[in-house]
């Protein structure tokens, strides 16, 4: 299951159904024992449905389709999916497919708040054990037609919801951030950590992994993971 394990190592007690290195990085750093498997799923184009339930289904698809490419009866490796989109106004901003997508994507965000919805499934092998949404609020300032094509350029847009991450080249755009600022780098560490712990699985304690986190992303404090407000300082 993923390769790299030597006879005899003990296996993985989560499986992560996802392609991004974000999340790879994330779950990396707070020190779980997972392997990474990219789910074969066609992802469905968001059609005007209620975004929440929308991005939990989502990520209960990647997960249902890693738990049958596995051919996973029970736990453990539990088996996590997630997926994150953008909201503005009543818009979801999914990943741009082009360039142009991704300058129309950060035309809306610019000047404007927005919110970032990420859902978590966790799975159980054929079962679903829990799913939540996580919702973040982020305020961009107004992005200047040179910023916004320098940024282009660079290719930073790419693979992005919403065409942008906050912890690359993009974050000097970003005015504020109100909840789980993980949650838009692609996972809400903090809901999943309590979610994960209730429901039984391994989970390491928050104290103990906020120096790994912070070494990560070295904007985010070492004394607190979430629920934080940042303002221009910040960026």
Not at 104 to 115: D, I, K, T, V
Not at 177 to 201: C, H, I, K, Q, S
Request: proline share 8%; glycine share 10%.
């Amino acid at each position: 299951m993923g390769g790299g394990r030597e006879t005899g190592e003990r296996p993985p007690d989560m499986v992560l159904a996802s392609r991004s290195p974000r999340r790879r990085a994330i779950f990396q750093a707070l020190g779980l024992r997972f392997t990474a498997v990219a789910p074969e799923i066609a992802e469905a184009p968001w059609a005007g449905e209620d975004p929440e339930p929308f991005v939990k289904l989502l990520a209960a698809a990647k997960a249902r389709a890693v738990v049958a490419q596995l051919g996973l009866r029970t736990a453990p490796p539990w088996v996590v999916g997630a997926d994150t989109v953008v909201l503005v106004g009543d818009r979801v901003l999914g990943q741009p497919r082009d360039a142009a997508a991704a300058r129309a994507m950060m035309e809306a965000l610019s000047g404007r708040s927005h919110r970032v919805l990420t859902g978590v499934s966790i799975w159980s092998g054929p079962a679903q054990l829990l799913s939540f949404v996580e919702s973040t609020a982020v305020r961009f300032r107004p992005i200047a037609p040179a910023e916004l094509e320098q940024y282009l350029r660079e290719g930073d847009w790419e693979g992005k919801a919403g065409a942008y991450a906050i912890q690359g080249a993009a974050g000097v755009f970003v005015e504020a951030v109100e909840g789980d600022a993980w949650n838009v780098v692609g996972f809400p560490v903090r809901g999943f950590l309590d979610r994960a712990r209730t429901a039984g699985l391994p989970m390491p304690e928050e104290r103990k992994v906020r120096p790994t986190l912070a070494r990560l992303w070295p904007v985010v404090d070492e004394e607190d993971l979430a629920e934080r407000r940042w303002g221009p300082r910040w960026v």
